[in-house]
């Protein structure tokens, strides 16, 4: 609970993992002083299951500015990234836990399954930070090498090639990552046309553009289907699967893809 923090990591990815709830004060709010021990104690009392910064809003400015901050004490509660709650005033003991009981998300996912939901959203660039800090406390749970694989194989190609036994349980979801990263890596010459189509998916790729990219390879794969070993239907297939039949790009594209393929 340091007055000066940074947000980006202390809120916003930290919130990946579990709730946050940001106190923003200062030093000369008289309510400040009496919200301030209430939501602390209520905060060790939680054992875990949320977390509390406090913000000092004459220190930092930018972070109030940014979040609309225009009295307090002003409370707000992160989750995955964006504020799920928020109450301002120094309220009562008794209604801070009600306000808690009834915002708080449930906790019953493991933090890694929480993490990869958010995988291929708007809030994709956040989880593939969450990723690089999970595999960095824990860089032998090989499903979160592989999801970090597949967050961000258009920077690291590379991460794709755990390799794997095909009786493993991880083995497709591995293959299909490997499917993907092949779109930076082939070498393969191609027709100009098609050239510019495949390095058009490799820029989308790097940038997590992913409509981009499957634009990119339906387009591809309509040219020339065999090329790089069917590459462009390959890691089509592949985007699909990791996005899940639900996700707007799928929809949207799926059908187009499939006209492709004849």
């Given at each position: ?12 990815m ?53 979040y ?20 301002t ?10 306000w ?43 499903e ?30 591995s293959?299909?990552?490997?499917n ?23 820029q989308?790729?790097q ?8 634009q ?9 289907k ?8 390959r ?16 929809k949207?594209?799926?059908?187009q ?5 004849y």
């Amino acid at each position: 609970m340091e007055y000066m923090i940074n947000f980006e990591e202390d809120v916003l990815m930290r919130s990946q993992e579990v709730p946050v709830v940001v106190d923003f004060w200062a030093p000369w709010c008289g309510p400040c002083q009496t919200l301030g021990p209430i939501i602390e104690a209520l905060a060790k009392e939680a054992g875990g299951k949320w977390e509390l910064v406090k913000v000092n809003t004459d220190e930092q400015q930018e972070v109030s500015l940014k979040y609309k901050i225009r009295g307090i004490p002003a409370v707000k509660m992160f989750y995955m990234g964006e504020v799920k709650a928020e109450f301002t005033g120094a309220l009562p003991r008794h209604q801070i836990i009600k306000w808690l009981d009834e915002n708080l998300p449930e906790q019953d996912g493991d933090p890694l399954t929480q993490i990869v939901d958010t995988l291929f959203t708007d809030r994709h660039q956040q989880a593939a930070q969450a990723l690089e800090q999970f595999v960095g406390e824990q860089p032998d749970h090989e499903e979160a090498r592989l999801w970090l694989a597949a967050a961000t194989v258009g920077k690291h190609p590379e991460r794709a090639q755990l390799s794997l036994p095909e009786n493993h349980k991880l083995y497709e979801l591995s293959t299909q990552i490997k499917n993907l990263a092949e779109v930076m890596t082939c070498q393969e010459a191609a027709p100009p046309a098609l050239e510019e189509k495949i390095k058009t998916a490799q820029q989308a790729l790097q940038d997590d553009r992913h409509e981009e990219v499957i634009q990119a390879l339906i387009a591809a794969t309509m040219m020339d289907k065999n090329y790089c070993d069917e590459l462009p239907r390959r890691a089509s297939v592949a985007l699909f699967l990791m996005l899940g039949e639900q996700h707007p790009i799928t929809k949207k594209y799926r059908r187009q893809f499939n006209m492709a393929l004849y």
